[in-house]
């Protein structure tokens, strides 16, 4: 039997938008296709196996929280991370976890360490909470789709020169609010801000990430819920 392996990073932390049911629709889009679903963790002060597992997630959280899981990240799974994600495995970091995808964020009068798989930087600059439903047009190999979502974060994210969104913003705020980019995605790597959670509301996104995972093309189901809900997210975003 196939299985999909995913690796839960930080789940005692970084849950704070019930990005649990990320995990749980995964879980589910593959049992419903007869594909096995192993589910580990990793928090803080564990190792990971680069080889171990096909998905690896973060998902958000709050401030303190965010200090330690970035420190502990640089310092016991970014060279795993590195070689996970050079030889394809999926990399999906949502908000808070996004944020740690790049270089640095500054937070304050600290500068939080990223673990470099991609190349951006993330500031908490003057204004208010970037906040509200979002949806963006993403492109992940089969046509352009929307993601929609719900985005609330304080830091405002940069993409280094060459580096690819993961989307464009049809409506909301996205990264920063200026350059109208969501997101960032480079092969198998993908971090984004929307949330909610996000893969309930765009199971298209949850099949195709199981798609590059097992480096496999996914039997369709009868979607008529998921896409209902999908529906909704989009009318609640705008677009």
């Not at 996970?84 to 939080?112: F, M, P």
Request: aromatic share 6%; hydrophobic share 40%.
């Amino acid at each position: 039997m196939t299985t999909l392996r995913v690796c839960a990073l930080y789940p005692d932390l970084m849950n704070i938008y019930a990005d649990r049911g990320n995990l749980a629709v995964l879980r589910a889009r593959c049992e419903w296709r007869g594909l096995g679903f192993e589910l580990g963790s990793s928090s803080l002060g564990d190792t990971v196996d680069p080889d171990a597992h096909d998905l690896f997630y973060i998902g958000g959280g709050q401030d303190r929280d965010q200090v330690a899981v970035a420190h502990d990240m640089v310092a016991t799974k970014r060279e795993a991370l590195h070689a996970a994600a050079d030889r394809g495995a999926v990399v999906l970091a949502v908000c808070g976890g996004y944020q740690l995808l790049g270089h640095s964020y500054e937070l304050g009068d600290d500068e939080l360490p990223g673990v470099g798989l991609v190349d951006l930087r993330t500031v908490r600059e003057p204004g208010p909470r970037l906040i509200g439903n979002c949806g963006i047009e993403a492109d992940l190999g089969t046509g352009p789709r929307v993601i929609a979502g719900f985005e609330n974060h304080g830091g405002r994210t940069y993409l280094g020169p060459g580096e690819r969104p993961l989307g464009t913003v049809l409506s909301g705020h996205g990264n920063n609010g200026r350059d109208r980019l969501e997101g960032v995605h480079r092969r198998n790597v993908i971090g984004t801000y929307l949330h909610g959670p996000l893969l309930p509301k765009n199971v298209w996104l949850a099949d195709r990430l199981i798609e590059l995972a097992l480096g496999a093309r996914l039997e369709p189901l009868d979607d008529t819920l998921e896409e209902a809900a999908h529906a909704s997210a989009r009318r609640a975003a705008g677009v």
